[in-house]
């Protein structure tokens, strides 16, 4: 059968546009002569919806805009993720996740979500109630197995197994033609090609086609990167859709293959592509259209400019940079440079009258003791002053331009360079911004080739280096990735080799500055264990291993 595929970028409660867009994929996919349309996990409603269901007339406001649906559909069947009540009166939480089957103007089939996440990013089980059982629908003489993202979760594909069910086992023990999943997954760094693997699977295992339809677009933190696929029984990715964009796509589930669709997987790309994506949709779907930085010549800003002039358009990006007695004319020039190549405005404002007006200010406080990280501080503080003055008097999110290495271990000034309303790159380690800055300048000059090549430095005392406070950057991201994102112990990753000092005191920062990020603007998730949404660690605590 040809099953259309609708990849689309909803948001979160808006029930009238997602109605609007599901429509309009639905009608795109009948006229490339789709018997079936499939849409993502929760596309009625947005993921992840949160505590937006408890207040009182979010479902039944979503449940209206089902009907609305189900009115404008015809003989070819929608299925459309919303959000339900669970059974008034009845022990359990108050809502199911579900697909809905719509057919010649009713709702035919409500399928329920089985396998509830609640791990990492995902909080399922605080809001729904799993599906009691798992039942195939009956068309036009074939039996299509319905699922919900995680309910083709296997254990080989999960950290540990979490279930003692499985939905596409219980499915496939009752015959099945065609398995259909509706999915919402995040993005995170060789996410797409895991799903392939897995799907791929899935498909060898129950020897039917399986189409899976996933999501796309930014909401709050996460970024789903869509890559929908149809797999053939003999396990062959028969057709890989795009990532990162939205799109439709009509696919015969009879048709074999024997290789596998390409998929393109460079790995700075899908983190430049998902940047630029979350940040888009994050700007956009707060009701903002433009956005201004703070432009240091190094490299971090250079590539949050570029990701922003990328995702907004030029025009919409606003460059300050700020220099201190401490810049060095070429940090300055660099960003200007930069701004050239990005087509963006860039202003020079000098932060040396209002440093030195502040050590005025204070010294009389300050008798007799010397300048240390304090008066560092105050010039990150005079630019998150100058800069936020800017996002008020124009109207520009402030975007803020630390990376994960950094925040990681509090190399950033609170109310100073952490002022803003997206911090676009936290979750990019030093050593992944640089990768990604050489392939953005595969083709031409985009990040000047001098700001990629000289030693990174805040310029905030003379001479200064990164490298005079931090370990040199691949040892800290590779003792962060161990610590942070696989949680090992200090021990464990002092026996792979790595100084013990060295390994202490990057443990020991990690832990002293949780308090630092969780006063941090939202960043974009891209890694597997992002600080905020992934990450939940208490603030007052004296664990240490």
Known sequence: MKVGIAQINPVVGDFPGNAKRILGAYRECLEEGAELVVTPEMSLVGYPPRDLVFKSQFVPKCLQALDYLAGEIREVPLLVGFVDHHHPGKPG????????????GEIRHKIWKTLLPTYDVFDERRYFEPGESCEPVEWNGLRIGVTICEDIWTEDYLQRPFYDRDPVKELSAKGIDLLVNLSA??????????????IGGIARATKVPVVYCNTVGGNDQLVFDGHSLLACPQGRIVVQMPGFETGCRVVDTDVHSEDDAPLADDEAAHLYQALVLGLRDYVTKCGF??????????IDSALTAAIAADALGPDNVRGLTMPSPYSS?????DSFALAKHLGIRCDEVSISAAFEAVKQTMAPIFAGKPEDVTEENMQARIRGLLLMALSNKDNHLLLTTGNKSELSVGYCTIYGDMCGGLAAISDLPKTRVYQVCRWLNREREVIPWNTIEKPPSAELRPDQKDQDTLPPYDILDAILELYVEHHHSTDEIISRGYDENTVRWIQRRVDLNEWKRQQAAPGIRVTTKAFG?????PIVQRFVG
Not at 94 to 102: D, E, S, V
Not at 329 to 333: E, P
Not at 533 to 537: A, I, K, N, S, Y
């Open 93 to 104: 939480k108050p809502f199911r996740n579900g697909a809905a089957w719509l057919e010649n």
């Open 185 to 198: 997954s995040p993005f995170h760094l060789g996410k797409p090609l895991l799903r392939r693997a897995m």
């Open 289 to 298: 259209s433009s956005v201004c930085l703070g432009l240091s010549g190094g």
């Open 329 to 333: 004319r070429g940090s300055v020039d």
């Open 533 to 537: 949404v992934g990450r939940r660690m």
